[in-house]
């Protein structure tokens, strides 16, 4: 048996070990709780501050992406419908034309076979009548009538066009960067405010 057990002095040597560690642990736990409630926490909570602040603001900014978008898509397809809309008018305008042109022609081909049948008609009457005055002023119009209807030519238009250029589309319309997402490690904390680091927002893409 230990000689300190025996005269109580191990006992109250294990004792006061026990105060010193329990005030240590005391001191310890203080300053712990001085460090979580004064820096470590509020950092924290400032993290996620800026958390919720970069999802605004993320969210923010693809709704800005999507507007720009759709207004450079509604301005491109604005210019191809005037586009359109031109060449359609200069379709109809030449279709216009042509079927007056054809029209005219039929008319005078028309009109000289009415002349034609016309004139068939009467010479029968005449030679049927053996008519001496008839026949005598009889003028012939067969010079007149061997001068065959001129050939209507006509070119009709056509429409060219070339293989839709998707890279010059994307031109026109633009171009999306890509998103970067990427993390930052920190030092540790220190005990005293003046080192404590905060943390950055999220670099968000410019349109």
Not at 124 to 132: E, G, P
Request: net charge negative; aromatic share 4%.
């Amino acid at each position: 048996m230990c000689l300190q057990c025996v005269s109580g002095e191990h006992q109250e040597r294990n004792s006061i070990d026990n105060v010193e560690v329990f005030t240590t642990k005391q001191e310890t736990m203080k300053r712990d709780l001085q460090e979580l409630e004064g820096f470590i926490y509020p950092e924290y909570q400032k993290a996620a501050s800026n958390i919720i602040v970069q999802k605004n603001s993320a969210k923010k900014h693809t709704q800005k992406m999507i507007t720009a978008l759709t207004k450079q898509g509604e301005a491109l397809q604005k210019e191809i419908d005037t586009t359109i809309e031109k060449l359609l008018s200069e379709i109809n305008e030449m279709d216009a034309q042509c079927l007056v042109a054809i029209e005219n022609h039929n008319g005078a081909i028309n009109k000289t076979i009415t002349e034609i049948k016309q004139s068939i008609t009467d010479i029968k009457k005449m030679l049927d009548s053996d008519d001496f005055d008839s026949i005598s002023v009889y003028q012939s119009r067969n010079e007149e009538y061997r001068n065959l209807p001129l050939t209507l030519n006509i070119t009709l238009p056509t429409f060219t066009f070339p293989d839709i250029n998707k890279e010059l589309i994307n031109k026109q319309i633009g171009y999306i960067s890509k998103l970067s997402i990427t993390t930052e490690n920190h030092d540790c904390l220190s005990k005293t405010p003046g080192a404590m680091s905060s943390t950055p927002p999220l670099s968000l893409i410019h349109i």
